[in-house]
């Protein structure tokens, strides 16, 4: 059904809240302030979700989005292709200062910051994972569904990710194509067949590597070799196949001279890298405490942590282990350490971990994280065991999207 809206503030996932009949309406494609026609996609007791269908009042931060299957019912891998790079920035600006205030009770003054490499938000993204759909035919999902949106090209996509040339292939018997393209210019295709088939790989150039995911961090090269490099300063760090990097070209050197800055390690600390990944914090902490210090890298995923291990194998005072962070300290017998650096997935920390790490005493805990939500309320659970927010900021690491990087520097009142 189509309904009238006055258009409010922006909230957390790519939605502004109107209110309908005394109900809330999230509403996607629209902007605070505009009157919009909406038609409503989901309905609760408590809550609408609607897309805006025609704008008849129109925001002055509104512009036509440069990709043309970006809109309502069209592909949901953005959410802000209709609001100008600087209104985004704002609205993300917005979003954190409210999470933090609602959930944390921080009020928060900074602003969102454009990471350099994409200047006007677009040819960013170095790794994207298509969908398949039954025929073969390649796309990206729609929002809030399963359902394929063909396309022939995506704007947000790295230049080097588009010239692999993926979506006017084939993929029968695929049920997702990714396609990555690292700083150091290797690309590669990583291929996830559907359960029991085989897909007929499309003929690709043979300087793209592509292998097939068989599950449980095994792959199958077809040609190439399984793993890319990326480069951060002056060290490469090995990536094994899908596993995670910084997508945004700037943002792995943005978030470790943050990191670096806010941790301020010193020569002969002992630091914790938890969720570490590949390395890349961690390199940045063994370099600055030395051979005379330690960092201790937890990760879960065991392709991951061979990574680390061969792209710090220079530095012996860094060490590495498999391990989930929610029992790893216990698990390894870590009772103590100067500063801790984490970087979680989007669910958060937990209170859980949120309590072991508080319980080692270190002076200095840094926190990355990609969702402001879960970044806000691990952040009251961590000022409940004395620990204050000294710094944050944030970082426009996914220009069109909602999605915002954050850093928050977490200090103990003991110290």
């Known amino acids: 059904m189509g309904i009238e809206l006055t258009v409010g503030p922006v909230a957390h996932g790519g939605w502004c809240v109107a209110r309908h009949e005394g109900r809330v309406v ?27 269908v025609e704008i008849l009042d129109p925001s002055p931060d509104r512009v036509t989005p440069p990709c043309p299957f970006a809109g309502p019912g069209r592909c949901g891998g953005c959410d802000w292709q209709h609001v100008s790079l600087d209104a985004q920035r704002l609205l993300k600006t917005d979003v954190v200062a409210e999470q933090l205030g609602r959930l944390s009770g921080i009020e928060w003054k900074g602003v969102v910051e454009e990471v350099p490499g994409a200047p006007d938000g677009l040819g960013w993204r170095t790794r994207v994972q298509f969908a398949v759909d039954r025929d073969g035919v390649l796309g990206l999902r729609r929002h809030r569904s399963h359902d394929i949106e063909p396309i022939d090209a995506c704007l947000i996509a790295h230049p080097e990710v588009e010239n692999v040339g993926v979506e006017v292939m084939n993929w029968r018997n695929a049920s997702s194509v990714e396609v990555i393209a690292s700083n150091t210019g290797d690309q590669a295709v990583v291929i996830a067949p559907r359960p029991r088939r085989t897909v007929a790989v499309p003929d690709i150039d043979t300087s793209v590597a592509v292998f097939v995911d068989e599950g449980g961090g095994r792959s199958r090269v077809v040609h190439g070799r399984n793993h890319l490099v990326e480069r951060v300063g002056d060290r490469d760090f090995q990536v094994t196949g899908s596993g995670f990097w910084q997508v945004h070209p700037g943002a792995a050197k943005t978030l470790l001279d943050t990191v670096m800055e806010f941790a301020a390690p010193r020569p002969g600390e002992w630091a914790l890298d938890l969720y570490c990944g590949v390395g890349l914090f961690a390199a940045g902490l063994a370099e600055a405490v030395g051979p005379e210090g330690a960092v201790f890298g937890v990760e879960s995923e065991s392709v991951a942590v061979r990574d680390a291990e061969r792209n710090l194998r220079d530095l012996p005072q860094a060490r590495f282990a498999r391990g989930r962070v929610e029992n790893a300290l216990d698990r390894f017998g870590i009772e103590r350490a100067d500063l801790v650096v984490v970087d979680p997935p989007r669910a958060g920390l937990g209170r859980d971990v949120v309590e072991s790490l508080t319980a080692l005493g270190a002076s200095r805990i840094v926190y990355v994280s990609c969702d402001p939500a879960t970044m806000a309320r691990d952040l009251a659970w961590f000022g409940d065991r004395s620990y204050q927010l000294s710094d944050l900021r944030a970082f426009d690491a996914f220009p069109m999207t909602h999605h915002v990087e954050c850093v928050a520097l977490l200090t103990s009142a003991a110290s």
């Open 26 to 52: 999230f509403v996607r494609h629209a902007l605070p302030g505009e009157r919009v026609l909406a038609e409503v996609t989901e309905e609760t007791t408590r809550f609408l979700r609607a897309d805006a």
